[in-house]
């Protein structure tokens, strides 16, 4: 599926060779042959993908990347999530929302997991509050839980940032629905779902793999929690970090789509021309989204997210992952995301 992580080993193209169909290449194969057909090529894709996704899509507005979804919506995925085999059962919201500066700060200071995992493999990891899967109920062809998104830290204690591709895939996905530190079935801390996401306008045109990051602002589904309750208060929240260096130790998490806890590696990150690498076995589908945490607090398990799993092949392949690059650009986004339609 394009809208998920597909782990892809990287090949040897000989001369004279065709580029193997990766996920972003049969998107221009596609529109190639329409633009040979003389039909309306970027019509013709959208409807592939709507069926692709039974239908889950909107178009918002591409020009800015933003998009409101419509309550009704976002309360009917709630709905079909809670169905099924999944249970809300309350955990006390967390006694430490986020870290200050100074906090992070003395995470230096202290006692740290190893910099590097041995083996360099992904491992079962304890489960954390601000981090969870992205479901998409509905026969729209992908696992229940198909990607991963955090709470990080924004004035409006109401935002989540993810992979633009999890998201947005021809039109804006309308069937999500986060699930805050989920394990085996449990929903301890609700269910979200969006009022409002946010992409780089270079995504939803061309799929720029250096601006692979969406913001979305979220809420409690109709019946569900307090009026006016925020994320954030109830989880706490990752802080978010700008034009982040390579070489820091890191930490990634992720859901994959098979498994019902995440799974974490610890390596350091290697910065490159747009994006973020992070090398390390065990990050399959349904990670994509999931964030690479740099100063993460041994006592509360919150940390900085430097990036998400996504940019380049749409998050990497079964050895190394990648993230768009937290530049300039997706400062700008954070504070559209944090504002648009406050």
Not at 42 to 49: D, F, H, N, S
Not at 133 to 139: D, K, Q
Request: aromatic share 6%.
């Amino acid at each position: 599926m394009i809208c998920c992580r597909i782990p892809v080993r990287r090949q040897t193209i000989h001369p004279g060779s065709p580029a193997p169909a990766t996920p972003r290449t049969r998107r221009r194969v596609a529109l190639g042959l329409c633009a040979a057909l003389g039909l309306t090529c970027a019509g013709t894709v959208l409807a592939v993908r709507a069926f692709a996704h039974g239908g889950y899509l909107a178009s918002g507005d591409p020009l800015t990347g933003s998009y409101a979804e419509k309550a009704a919506d976002g309360d009917a995925a709630a709905d079909a999530l809670l169905s099924g085999p999944y249970t809300e059962r309350p955990a006390p919201p967390r006694a430490i929302t986020r870290m200050t500066a100074g906090q992070e700060t003395a995470v230096r200071g202290k006692p740290a997991e190893p910099p590097v995992s041995q083996p360099l493999q992904a491992a079962p990891t304890a489960v954390s509050a601000p981090i969870g899967p992205l479901f998409s109920p509905g026969n729209d062809g992908d696992a229940d839980h198909h990607c991963t998104a955090s709470v990080v830290h924004s004035a409006t204690r109401d935002l989540v940032v993810t992979a633009a591709h999890c998201v947005y895939d021809g039109g804006f996905r309308t069937n999500l629905v986060f699930a805050p530190g989920y394990h085996d079935g449990v929903v301890p801390y609700g269910v979200w779902v969006p009022s409002r996401i946010v992409v780089d306008p270079r995504w939803a045109d061309r799929r720029d793999e250096d601006h692979d990051v969406a913001f979305l602002r979220v809420r409690r589904p109709r019946g569900s929690g307090p009026a006016g309750q925020r994320v954030e208060d109830l989880t706490g929240a990752e802080r978010i970090r700008f034009s982040p260096p390579g070489g820091l130790p890191t930490r990634t998490v992720g859901y994959p789509d098979d498994r019902e806890t995440p799974v974490s590696c610890r390596n350091t990150t290697t910065a490159g021309s747009g994006q973020l690498r992070f090398d390390c076995a065990g990050f399959p589908n349904g990670t994509s989204g999931g964030p690479m945490l740099t100063a993460v607090d041994p006592d509360t398990g919150l940390g900085t997210v430097t990036g998400v799993i996504g940019g380049l092949d749409e998050g990497g392949d079964d050895e190394t992952s990648y993230s768009s690059w937290f530049g300039p650009d997706i400062a700008a986004l954070y504070r559209r995301a944090t504002t648009d339609g406050a």
